[in-house]
C-alpha cells in the first residue's frame, strides 16, 4: 500500500476533491498546514505596523491506496490542482507497512 | 388621572429598549462561556425567550401581571380596614392589549403601552437567565416549552406580586408590594431570586453535563463574555433607573447607584480572585459586573451611594465564594445562575433591610438607619416566598417536560456538540480552507451529485 500525500492550494481543494471522487476514491484526509516553498509569504499592517506573515496556509491531503493505484491517483491531484501559479503544491508517495481498519479489524487492503 | 408627560414617556420607552438589549448582551454573555460546540444553542436559548414572551406578554401575559388580582381580603376587624391579597392579574383584563391603545389608557404618566413595553422585555431577561444552568444538554424543544410555562405559572404571577401597586394598572395588585411592603425596585425578588431558584431546580432535574466535575469544560471565547457584561451593565441602567417610571430624581438616584454597586461588586470579586487563586480574571471582572448589578437592583431606590457600594461590594465578594458549591454540592449549574442570580437577589433584597435610607426616594430607614427590624422581616418574608414557590413550581414544570417530550440530547450528540444536533449549524467558520460542497444528495460527496452539481451551477 501507498501513501498519497498532497501539499495543495486551499481554493484548488474542491476542485481536487470532485477529481478524486470521480475517479473512484471513496475518502480522504485533510489537515490545514503552513509552509512555504517559492511562493514567499505576505506582510499584514495593522495601525502601521507592518508584521511579514512567513507562513502561508495550504492544505495536507492524504489518501491511501493500494500500490498499483498510486502513480495514477498522483495525476488525477496533480492535474486538479494545478493553476501554473507559484504555489500550487507538491504531491509525494510514500510505502505504507500496514493499515487497519478500527471498527472491525480488518487489515491491508481491505482496510482501505 | 396624571397628566401623560413627555419626558416620562421617552425616557421609559428608551429604558425599555435598554431593557431588551440586555438578553442579546445576555447571549454574549453566556454564549461565550460554553464551549465552541454549544455556543450558538446557548445564545438561542436567550434569543428564543424574545419570541416566546413576547408573544405571550401581548396576548395575555401582561394581564396575568398587571390586570386587576384575583385573591382575597384579610384584617376586616383591623381599624385601617381590610387589606386585600392579590395573587394573580385577570388574564383577560388587557388580553391582546387593543383597549390599551387609547389615549386615555395610561399607568401613572406613562401611555399604559409604554409600561407593557417596559415589563416586557423584564418578563424576557427574566426567563433567559435560567438558561445558563442547563447548558450544551437540553433539548431546544424542551427549553422553548419551559419558556412558555414558566413565563404563565412562573413569572407572570410572580412580577404580580412584587410590581405591581394598588390602583396602578388595576385596583387590586399584588401581595408582596402591597400588603407585604416588602421592596423590590427593579426585580431582586421577582427576576433574580426568582430565576436564580428556577435555575437550581433545573440544573437538578436535568442532570450534570456529561463529564461535569471531571472534565474541563473551560470559557471558549473570554472576548465574547466580556462584551456580553458590557452590553449587561449598559442596558441595566434601563432596567434599574427605568424601574421609576418617570425622568427625575429616582431615576438619577438609581442610575448612579447602579454605577457605584456594580464598580465595587467587580472590584470585590477581583480582590477574592487575587488573594485565593494568585490572579484576576477577566472572567471574574465580568461575573463580579454581573453580580453587582443583581445586587443592587432591588435597592437601587432605597439606599445611598455609599450604601449602593456596600451592597455591591458583599455582593461580588459572596458570589465569587457562592459559584464553587456547585461542585461540593454536585448541582451542575453551568454557568452560574445560582451562585450570582440567586445569591446577588438576595444579597441586596436582605441588604435594604440593614442599608434603607430614609432621605432615599423610597423613604424607608433600615436597621441601620433607625427603623429597626421591620423592613428586614418584610424583605425576608418577600425573598423566601418567591424562592419557595419559584423552586418548587420549576422543579414540577422541568419534572412534567422530562415524563412528556423529554429534555436530554443523546449522550452522543452532547459530546460531539449540540449545535450541530440541535441547530444544523456551526457556531464559527475561521478556517481559509472551502471544506463544503453546496449541492449534495449524500452525506458524502459522491459521483452521482457531481452530475447534479454541475447542472444546477451550485457550488462554484
Known sequence: MKLVTAIIQPESLETVQKALVRHGVGGMTISEVSGYGRQRGHVEVYRGEEYTIDFITKVRLEVLVDDEDAEALTGVIVQAARTGQVGDGKVWIIPVDTVVRVRTGESDSAAI | MLEISAGDTAWVLTSAALVLLMTPGLAFFYGG???????????????????????????????????????????ASRPDGPTYIGLLGNPFDFAGLASLMSPDAAAGTLPA???????????????????????????????TLFTVLWGVLVYFPVAGWVFSFDGFTGEHGGWIANWLGALDFAGGTAIHINAGISALALALVLGPRIGFGTKPMRPHNMTLVMLGAGLLWFGWFGFNAGSALSAGTTAAVAWINT????????????IVE????????????????????????????????????????VAGILCAYAVGLKYKLGYDDSLDVVGVHFVGGMVGT???????????????????YGGGLDQLWRQAVGAIAVAAYAFVASYLIALLIKKTIGWRISPADELSGIDLAEHSEAGYDLSPVYYTNKVQRTLVLSVDDLVEAEKTGASK
Open chain 2, 350 to 368: 436582605l441588604l435594604i433591610g440593614f442599608l434603607a435610607d430614609p432621605a432615599s426616594p423610597a423613604g424607608v430607614a433600615g436597621l441601620f
Open chain 2, 113 to 143: 403601552l409604554a409600561f407593557v413595553a417596559f415589563q416586557a422585555c423584564f418578563a424576557i431577561i427574566a426567563v433567559a437567565l435560567v438558561s445558563g444552568a442547563i447548558a450544551d444538554r437540553a433539548s431546544f424543544g424542551g427549553w
Open chain 2, 33 to 75: 462561556m460554553v464551549r465552541a460546540k454549544g455556543v450558538l444553542n446557548m445564545m438561542m436559548m436567550s434569543f428564543i425567550s424574545m419570541g416566546t414572551i413576547g408573544v405571550l406578554w401581548v396576548l395575555f401575559g401582561y394581564s396575568m401581571a398587571f390586570g386587576n388580582s384575583f385573591g382575597f381580603e384579610v384584617g
Open chain 2, 274 to 313: 487575587k488573594l485565593r487563586d494568585g490572579h484576576p480574571t477577566s472572567l471574574g471582572a465580568a461575573s463580579g459586573v454581573v453580580a453587582g448589578l443583581v445586587g443592587i437592583t432591588p435597592a437601587a431606590g432605597s439606599v445611598s451611594p455609599v450604601g449602593a457600594i456596600v451592597i455591591g461590594a
Open chain 2, 259 to 270: 454605577l457605584a454597586a456594580t464598580a465595587a461588586a467587580m472590584l470585590g470579586w477581583l
